[in-house]
């Protein structure tokens, strides 16, 4: 059973590409890991990263029209879905990046086409949720997903996991419990400067059979 990352946004410019070949390096060339992310047909100097990323494990991709759009997050899904239909499945899933609200969205429908054990949301905002008809809704929404039993809501720091609580009145306790700040603090002594966002890996040990 394999753990598959998914980073939508790899093809931008920034942060997104090498916050995961971080990630890749502490994990090191695993065959149960593998990785889908965005690409484009334009050149870009997210190329140079591919090639690292496909020197440390199994890497699949699809094409995105914006390369930080929300709509990468729904691309995302439908290339998980045709990976499935050609027989790849996961039953264990990391989205490293997402647009929350369309993951939220989609996820009751996916989720039926291909059901999964674990589905991991790594997310570095807080809930920003204001009053009005259309931010109920993203509440509702959001709120309902994060119940979801297969979901695990990862969070950089303790401050983000507990805005979170906050928003919901404290109604998202079984999302933490399976510690999802204990990242930040849990770091090998062989690993202790691989950046914030690599020692993830170290929390996601017992995603990896």
Avoid at 11 to 29: T, Y
Avoid at 137 to 147: A, D, P, S, T, Y
Avoid at 151 to 166: G, M, P
């Amino acid at each position: 059973m394999k753990l598959l990352i998914i980073e939508p946004w790899f093809c931008a410019v920034g942060h997104p590409a090498q916050s995961l070949l971080n990630l890749a390096s502490a994990i090191g060339k695993d065959e149960r890991v593998a990785y889908l992310v965005s690409s484009s047909q334009e050149p870009g100097i997210f190329l140079d990263s591919m090639v690292q990323l496909r020197a440390r494990g199994e890497v699949e991709t699809f094409v995105a029209e914006n390369p930080t759009g929300e709509s990468n997050t729904s691309g995302a899904l439908w290339a998980l879905l045709r990976m499935r239909l050609k027989g790849r499945k996961y039953q264990r899933v990391l989205f490293f990046d997402e647009s929350l609200y369309i993951l939220a969205l989609l996820w009751p429908l996916f989720s039926i086409l291909m059901p999964t054990q674990r589905l991991g949301v790594l997310h570095m905002f807080g809930p920003n949720l204001d009053t009005g008809r259309r931010n109920r809704w993203i509440r509702f929404v959001i709120g309902r997903f994060l119940r979801r039993r297969e979901v695990k809501f990862y969070l950089r720091t303790e401050e983000l996991a507990q805005a979170w609580l906050d928003a919901y009145s404290g109604r998202l306790h079984d999302v933490f419990e399976d510690g999802i700040f204990e990242f930040i603090q849990r770091v090998d002594s062989k690993k202790r400067n691989i950046g914030v966002m690599a020692k993830l890996y170290l929390s996601l040990r017992l995603c990896i059979p």
